[in-house]
């Protein structure tokens, strides 16, 4: 019975989900449109509201300034990590029969071309668009793994669940686990890549 009210919880956050992810498409498809009626217009605005990279540099606090190595020192052991998890993905998934995670689903770089950012501001978004897709591409590739391998909800509460956690068996649920694992495997490997 409380198994049966998680899911209910669960499909309506999805749904809610869904229903945001077509807003927010929407909301990029009136832009690109917008775009393309007043794209001059647009462009203007953009060098108008550009802050010069002298200003910026200017108007930013000193602190702000003396962590900047400390963010970008974060960048290395992310491409390590990505190196780690991609190879992990190329040579497990297929031995499992795992569809595999497209990285171009999660790791999307399109915000550094804004006309109104300076270059120090590209490169953050630079930053920030590949290290929050990562961490998105990670998460899914664990979340497969995890499906796959120890599909059981956990006993306490989880702040944050990952895509495929609505899935999972309860804790202590030995005889759901024993027959329903195989089909939930069966099921990763049917997925469309």
């Given at each position: 019975?409380e198994?049966?009210?998680?899911?209910e919880?669960?499909?309506?956050?999805?749904a809610?989900?869904?229903?945001?992810?077509?807003e927010?498409h929407?909301?990029?498809e009136?832009?690109?449109?917008e775009?393309?009626?007043k794209r001059e217009?647009?462009?203007?605005s953009?060098r108008?509201d550009?802050?010069?990279?002298?200003?910026?540099?200017?108007?930013t606090?000193?602190?702000?300034?003396l962590?900047?190595p400390v963010i970008?020192s974060?960048?290395?052991?992310?491409?390590?990590?990505?190196?780690?998890?991609?190879?992990?993905?190329?040579?497990c998934f297929?031995?499992?029969?795992?569809t595999?995670?497209?990285?171009?689903?999660?790791?999307?770089?399109?915000?550094h071309?804004?006309g109104?950012?300076?270059?120090?501001?590209?490169?953050?978004c630079?930053?920030?668009?590949?290290?929050g897709?990562?961490?998105?591409?990670?998460?899914e590739?664990a979340?497969?793994?995890?499906?796959?391998?120890c599909?059981?909800?956990h006993a306490?509460?989880?702040?944050s669940?990952?895509?495929?956690y609505?899935?999972?068996f309860?804790?202590g649920?030995?005889?759901h686990?024993?027959?329903?694992?195989?089909?939930?495997r069966k099921?990763?490997?049917e997925?469309?890549e």
């Open positions: 019975m198994h049966q009210k998680i899911d919880l669960v499909a309506k956050i999805k809610l989900e869904s229903e945001l992810e077509m927010l929407q909301e990029y009136k832009f690109t449109c775009i393309t009626k217009e647009i462009l203007e953009y108008h550009r802050q010069s990279l002298l200003r910026y540099l200017a108007t606090p000193i602190l702000h300034l962590s900047a970008w974060v960048l290395i052991p992310a491409l390590i990590l990505d190196g780690f998890v991609s190879i992990y993905q190329w040579i297929p031995i499992y029969k795992i595999k995670v497209k990285r171009k689903d999660y790791i999307i770089v399109d915000r071309r804004l109104y950012l300076n270059i120090i501001e590209k490169l953050n630079l930053y920030c668009s590949y290290f897709g990562l961490m998105a591409y990670i998460s590739i979340a497969r793994t995890e499906q796959y391998w599909p059981i909800r306490s509460r989880v702040k669940i990952h895509s495929r609505q899935k999972f309860e804790y649920d030995s005889s686990y024993r027959h329903g694992i195989e089909p939930l099921e990763l490997m997925e469309k």
